[in-house]
């Protein structure tokens, strides 16, 4: 073996020192008897239960084991030996009933798997696949299997399967394999478990145990656990020896990050089942428990996706399974939450070689604690420097995710400064996860200020530095250099990157996004651009673009350069590309972007700024009663701008402003005063007392915010009283009947309401489920509710957009819930599905008494005004309806249920659909020339074709993969004006398979005229 006498003396002073500051007076000893690896007594006692109970996990455990009993042992062997693991589900069953049928199943299909190895390996080579990728499940499956079945094997067989685990386990430590010193990459904690399983299974029936177990558990495991509490490591990762998975996700991304979780909390469990060791110190499951917990989007059905993992958003059990293992070391209230997390959003784990996972770690009788009424807006996950942020708790949110970013794996992707918007889908996108595409790794692919290298290739050295980060109930402020992962690439990796950060601002209660960029290349012919990918072709908007998920719009307002192009282009996916003429070493640029209502308006204006170097911009609240004003240094390096005082110069639209001059001096006093002429306000800000003005002090942070009114000294943020004399009735009527005392200040604009199943007492407002804004009255009745006791509070909301304390808190009980109006269908889409044609799509609605739906549609949006759609249709109980004959134009659909008693609910949210249908002009000259129809549609289906309509003469049509390679091509020879459609075959006349293609129509010169992409979701 490799290992030297000195080594093996090193590994037990290792062993020495972690097992003393485990608390252990001696060390640990393996318990004699098998089973070791997880299955106590306490543990079996439970499973026994779940067993005779015939719990879900249980039906699916037995029914799996008695239908395959005897099947044919071909279908384990695979080249990951994935399936292999199968024989884990017997072994269990053994040990749960005793029954030897499955332990002589579960030996036997080890035993085929020695003597028919995987095509082109033997036996012993066969670990040894893909960099020793299987250590990862052809050893532990073996190992399980002997440590769980030992009793019946005999003793020859034993034998056979001890000698090969000693040969593979042997065979790991000499080769010391890819990443074999990489505690970031799961590579590292597949060959971990393999020698720990090995070293259990084995124990005191071969002589190497012990080493294997020093290795896996004195040595490997203890940097494991440092890397996920961001301590040092000893082991430099690209030069980096921070552990950076503190927060509950890993570098590695949403996919390999949670084999991560599943193998690293897999060890702790078997060393507490074999040892009675107790890893006090590892509180990294609490901290995937709350990732997941702030990852989720509020669709419920897809968590954040980052890293090679990208386009694998949704909830299976790659996420359940490790959340399940969290769960069982989790501590406190997390582990309640992450209860509650798998029961509400994660199904029960089906797959086949998971079966005994699922089994052993979902525990139904365990109590599950909603976390919503008690977890914050927000969750900064420290290990990869990632923000989420959501409005409320309820299926409407807003969700942000913003990111710094550390690198140093070889899973990550760049992103450096990445962000998204979602609310009701996308508006702020990402493209790894809506193209599929799993290695989407440079700047290019992400929502970043991009520098165009010469040669886009992943970085692995370096971190991003955060260097402010304020989280008040008005806003968030998160800012970071993002230049370290650049100039710490080797010179061979031709980085072009001298400088790049990143500040957001989010106003949280306008859902408005201030994006403050710098760049400086080497060489200044490499351009300087702000990347943003998007659901939908942004389309000119006042002073910006605009782009729709059909639910809400977001607008992007390019604040500076006043010279900047925004350029609609696309690259997978829509794009905003933003960037100014001219080529030179450094630009920066302020954004602006805000969610809004479909339609609705971002009313913006420049900002003239004397004496520093500060940009600014200036715009209106969604309540038309406040402006924000925004300002931000100049600097490359965002360093505080020099100044004895400036001015802040523009047109104000509101009577009240809201300032945020950011970069400035930390917790400093500085003097304010503004005057107003002609519809101009002025804002002076100087270090010296100021005639008039009023002193303010800055955030530890740098941040001056305060409130300016024209014609009166500026003045701190005022917020409201919390309201008094709040009381709440419930109703038979499915109803809470709320009223409040007007509260004193003469600046208020309304109220903000909040309402959940749970009790909050003065919590975070965000911690309540829903919430609903009313005017500037003093009692609301909140219907629709479902028997039960709700509780509620309510804030005051003033003209500066600031919320004040909740008040107090009441409860209702609402009853006879049989007279209430039926909820509004969910889960509406709208298509169309042939030309004219739109077809629209709800779930069932739960009620007993649903008599059936109506479908309602006009041209223009109305939504909450179903009297004001000029067509309805009936759908009778029926969760679909076809509308036909709609002329070219957008229409806009929305769905109500009606019960037996003649009650009809609330409208659904309302979906848009833009009609291309059978009143396109025909007349060639009245159609743009090579227009791609459908544009930019996602198709549901390959049953609607792609056409290029009105084709010059010797215009050519050319399809592309994602890779860039021509899959057809068409060039029009003969007639001007030709309409062409895409069969779905490439040039070799096969059909292509399911993906995304690009479309590019080109003139003879080869200038490109019309381009757009399609998506094929099945096989045609």
């Not at 084999?259 to 897999?266: A, R, T």
Request: glycine share 8%.
């Amino acid at each position: 073996m490799k290992k030297s006498a000195m080594r093996l003396v090193a590994l037990i002073c290792i062993a020495y020192t972690v097992l003393s500051g485990l608390n252990t007076s001696t060390f640990a000893v393996v318990k004699q008897q098998h089973p070791r690896i997880w299955l106590t007594p306490e543990l079996k006692a439970k499973l026994v239960d779940r067993l005779n109970r015939n719990t879900p996990n249980a039906q699916e455990l037995t029914s799996w084991c008695d239908q395959h009993i005897n099947d044919g042992l071909s279908e384990y062997i695979t080249s990951r030996a994935t399936n292999l693991l199968r024989a884990i589900n017997y072994a269990l069953l053994y040990q749960i009933t005793g029954d030897t049928r499955y332990a002589e199943r579960a030996v036997q299909i080890i035993e085929y798997a020695f003597a028919n190895p995987y095509t082109g390996y033997t036996i012993d080579s066969w670990v040894s696949f893909d960099n020793y990728y299987n250590s990862r499940y052809l050893v532990p499956a073996v190992a399980i299997v002997l440590d769980w079945c030992y009793d019946y094997m005999t003793s020859q067989r034993r034998t056979v399967f001890i000698d090969q685990l000693d040969t593979w386990a042997s065979m790991i430590v000499n080769a010391e394999p890819w990443s074999w010193r990489d505690p970031s990459n799961n590579y590292f904690y597949g060959h971990m478990w393999g020698l720990l399983t090995t070293g259990y299974a084995i124990y005191g029936h071969h002589p190497n145990a012990d080493n294997y177990l020093h290795e896996a558990r004195d040595v490997m495991l203890p940097e494991g656990i440092k890397y996920a509490s961001g301590e040092q490591v000893q082991w430099p990762t690209f030069d980096n020896y921070i552990g950076r998975a503190k927060g509950g996700m890993w570098n590695e991304g949403t996919a390999y990050g949670t084999v991560n979780n599943e193998f690293l909390c897999s060890a702790v469990l078997a060393i507490r089942s074999a040892e009675s060791i107790e890893f006090s110190q590892f509180t990294f499951p609490n901290e995937a428990i709350l990732f997941y917990i702030h990852a989720l989007y509020p669709n419920n059905t897809n968590t954040y996706a980052d890293g090679d993992g990208a386009s694998r958003g949704g909830i299976d059990a790659k996420v359940r399974v490790p959340q399940l293992f969290c769960g069982e070391l989790a501590t406190g209230d997390a582990k309640k939450y992450g209860q509650y997390w798998v029961n509400q959003y994660t199904d029960r784990v089906t797959w086949s070689y998971k079966l005994y996972n699922e089994f052993l770690w979902y525990d139904d009788q365990q109590e599950a604690l909603d976390y919503r009424p008690y977890r914050p807006d927000y969750y900064w996950d420290e290990g990869v420097q990632t923000l989420f942020w959501r409005s409320d708790w309820s299926n409407n949110a807003c969700w942000i995710m913003l990111k710094l970013g550390l690198l140093n794996t070889d899973h990550a992707h760049n992103g450096l400064g990445h962000f998204i918007i979602y609310k009701n889908g996308y508006l702020v996108s990402d493209k790894a996860a809506e193209t599929g595409g799993t290695m989407l790794l440079s700047d290019a692919d992400h929502n970043t200020l991009f520098i165009r290298p010469s040669d886009d290739r992943k970085l692995y050295w370096g971190a991003s530095q955060l260097e402010h980060f304020e989280a008040t109930t008005d806003y968030i402020y998160l800012a970071g250099d993002l230049s370290s992962p650049y100039l710490d690439q080797p010179s061979y990796r031709n980085n072009v990157v001298e400088h790049k950060e990143r500040e957001f601002l989010l106003l949280k209660d306008d859902l408005a996004l201030v994006v403050m960029d710098r760049g400086k290349s080497f060489d200044a012919q490499v351009d300087k651009i702000f990347n943003v990918f998007l659901p939908s072709t942004p389309v000119p908007s006042g002073s910006g673009h605009r782009t729709t998920n059909g639910n809400y719009d977001l607008l992007v307002h390019t604040a500076w350069p006043t010279n900047a192009v925004q350029i609609p282009d696309t690259d997978g996916i829509p794009l905003l590309r933003v960037s100014t003429p001219q080529l030179v070493t450094e630009k920066t640029f302020l954004h602006v972007l805000r969610v809004v209502d479909r339609g609705g308006s971002l009313v913006a204006g420049d900002v003239q700024v004397n004496g520093a170097n500060i940009v600014a911009t200036a715009f209106q609240a969604k309540s038309g009663l406040l402006d924000y004003l925004v300002g931000y240094s100049n600097d490359l390096q965002g360093d505080i701008p020099s100044f004895g005082s400036f001015t802040l110069t523009y047109g104000y639209f509101s009577t009240a402003i809201r300032v945020f001059l950011m970069n400035l001096d930390p917790s400093t006093n500085f003097y304010v005063n503004n005057t107003e002429n002609g519809g101009l306000v002025t804002i002076t800000i100087s270090r010296n007392p100021l005639p008039g003005g009023g002193m303010l002090a800055s955030t530890p942070d740098g941040v001056l915010s305060f409130i300016v009114q024209p014609g009166e000294p500026p003045h701190p943020p005022e917020r409201p009283s919390a309201p008094t004399g709040f009381n709440a009735t419930g109703s038979d009527y499915g109803c809470a009947v709320l009223g409040w005392n007007p509260n004193p200040e003469s600046n208020i604009t309304g109220y903000r309401i909040y309402s959940g199943a749970q009790s909050v007492e003065r919590g975070e407002a965000s911690q309540y489920t829903d919430s609903v804004d009313v005017g500037n009255i003093t009692n609301h009745n909140w219907c629709g509710l479902s028997d039960g006791t709700y509780y509620f509070a309510l804030r005051a909301k003033n003209v500066y957009n600031l919320l004040g304390p909740l008040s107090s808190e009441e409860s209702a009980s609402v009853t006879n819930g049989s007279v209430q109006p039926p909820l509004p269908p969910q889960q509406v889409s709208a298509s169309e599905t042939s030309p004219g044609c739109v077809t629209v799509t709800w779930q069932a609605g739960g009620e007993p008494d649903i008599a059936g739906y109506y479908v309602y549609y006009d041209t223009l949006s109305v939504p909450g005004e179903t009297s004001a759609y000029s067509d309805s249709v009936y759908a009778g109980s029926n969760t679909q309806r076809e509308i036909c004959d709609l002329l070219p134009k957008t229409y806009y659909f929305a769905v109500r249920t009606y019960t037996v008693s003649g009650m009809f609910s609330a409208y659904s949210v309302e979906r848009s659909v833009r009609v291309l249908g059978p009143g396109l002009p025909k007349d060639p000259a009245a159609l743009v020339p090579g227009q791609i129809i459908p544009d930019g549609y996602w198709a549901n289906d390959a049953t609607r074709p792609l056409e290029v309509r009105n084709l010059p003469l010797n215009w050519t049509v050319r399809i592309f993969n994602t890779a860039g390679f021509q899959v057809r091509g068409f060039t029009n020879g003969t007639q001007d004006g030709l309409d062409w459609t895409w069969d779905f075959t490439n040039d070799a006349g096969r059909k292509v398979a399911r993906a995304l293609y690009l479309v590019r129509v080109t003139d003879p010169s080869g200038n490109v005229k019309q381009s757009g992409r399609f998506l094929v979701r099945i096989d045609p």
